[in-house]
């Protein structure tokens, strides 16, 4: 018996269901969502299979062991089943079929020299003054009367 077989399967037969399918990078947004759908949590996807995925969960939250991951860049819900849980990272396994809940997003990246090339009234919309006026900086107004005092 060589070193990859397994004991009592033989050679020629195909490798057991217990392997894992291969992950892909990815980088998309997301959110866990559980109690009924009532409460979700911001997250990000950094691999992929078929099977499941690896998300970082922002803010660090405890997730439940069973939720539903929104995947909006691409129009689809899944039900998940944690499997594992080391600080804001999570391993979770696809334990439903996608569900598709609304057209998939396309994901535009514009560099910065494209952003010099727009018309003017776009340019000014992107650099963020958009023909306002600058705002004169002016000294902060104190409360009067006996905000913040103790009054015992």
Same mark, same amino acid.
């Given at each position: 018996?060589?070193?990859?077989?397994?004991?009592?399967?033989?050679?020629?037969?195909?490798?057991?269901?217990?392997?894992?399918?291969?992950?892909?990078?990815?980088?998309?947004?997301? +959110? *866990?969502?559980?109690?009924?759908?009532?409460?979700?949590?911001?997250c990000?996807?950094?691999?992929? /299979? =078929?099977? $499941?995925? !690896?998300?970082?969960?922002?803010?660090?939250?405890?997730?439940?062991?069973?939720?539903?991951? +929104? *995947?909006?860049?691409?129009?689809?819900?899944?039900?998940?089943?944690?499997?594992?849980?080391?600080? /804001? =990272?999570? $391993?979770? !396994?696809?334990i439903?079929?996608?569900?598709?809940?609304?057209?998939?997003?396309?994901?535009?990246?514009?560099?910065?020299?494209?952003?010099?090339?727009?018309?003017?009234?776009?340019?000014?919309?992107?650099?963020?003054?958009?023909?306002?006026?600058?705002?004169?900086?002016?000294?902060?107004?104190?409360?009067?009367?006996?905000?913040?005092?103790?009054?015992?």
């Amino acid at each position: 018996m060589s070193s990859i077989e397994k004991p009592g399967i033989p050679a020629n037969e195909p490798a057991p269901a217990d392997q894992r399918p291969p992950r892909h990078k990815v980088l998309k947004g997301a +959110h *866990v969502a559980f109690n009924s759908e009532f409460s979700a949590v911001p997250c990000t996807i950094r691999n992929m /299979s =078929e099977t $499941g995925s !690896r998300i970082i969960i922002e803010g660090g939250w405890f997730i439940p062991e069973q939720f539903m991951l +929104h *995947v909006d860049i691409d129009g689809y819900k899944v039900e998940c089943k944690r499997v594992w849980q080391r600080g /804001s =990272e999570c $391993g979770a !396994r696809f334990i439903g079929e996608k569900i598709k809940t609304g057209r998939a997003r396309q994901q535009v990246l514009t560099p910065e020299a494209e952003i010099e090339d727009l018309p003017p009234h776009r340019h000014e919309l992107k650099k963020g003054n958009a023909g306002v006026p600058p705002v004169t900086p002016t000294k902060p107004v104190r409360p009067s009367g006996n905000f913040g005092h103790k009054t015992r």
